[in-house]
């Protein structure tokens, strides 16, 4: 799936732990500003697809996105 949209799956693994690193950023942020929720929600969702894109992580990947 990866690179049927131009991706390695490198470049996915590595995108999955940058948004990852945004999701953790709006954590706190998200639970005082209702507003913040919708774009919050974007990484969310984005997150989830490129794990699914991803496929199988590497226990030493897996556990620099949980």
Do not use: C, W
Not at 1 to 14: H, I, R, T, Y
Not at 15 to 33: G, N, Q, Y
């Amino acid at each position: 799936m990866a690179q049927a949209a131009g991706f390695s799956d490198d470049e996915v693994k590595l995108l999955l732990v940058a948004v990852r690193h945004m999701r953790r950023t709006f954590a706190e942020a998200r639970s005082k500003d209702a507003a913040l929720e919708a774009y919050a929600a974007l990484y969310d969702n984005l997150f989830e697809k490129l794990r699914d894109m991803a496929g199988p992580l590497p226990p030493r990947v897996e556990g620099l996105i949980e």
